[in-house]
């Protein structure tokens, strides 16, 4: 392997373990959550978070949830954000 190439697989592999430590802290409702996201709403998160919106306001929605759903808004705003920033599924580390 060459030098370009071991930098180019360097990133990708820190990515990947900074995933798997992070799915490993995560809560018993944020691993709940993403399965959810790839059970019901086909792995998007804005189709999520728009359903969880519509029950606060009393519009129909998809699921109940048996938690606070301001709590579980705040929980996909956080693993949103880690898969933004490094470009990962985190349901592929479950």
Do not use: T
Not at 35 to 50: H, I, K, N, T
């Amino acid at each position: 392997m060459g030098e370009s190439q071991r930098r180019e697989s360097a990133p990708a592999a820190d990515a990947e373990e900074r995933s798997r430590e992070f799915v490993a802290g995560l809560s018993e409702e944020e691993i709940m959550l993403l399965r959810l996201r790839d059970e019901l709403y086909d792995g998007r998160w804005d189709a999520m978070l728009a359903d969880l919106n519509d029950r606060l306001q009393g519009k129909p929605y998809v699921f109940k949830l048996a938690h606070r759903i301001q709590d579980d808004i705040e929980r996909i705003e956080r693993l949103n954000r880690f898969e933004r920033q490094y470009n990962v599924d985190l349901a592929k580390y479950l």
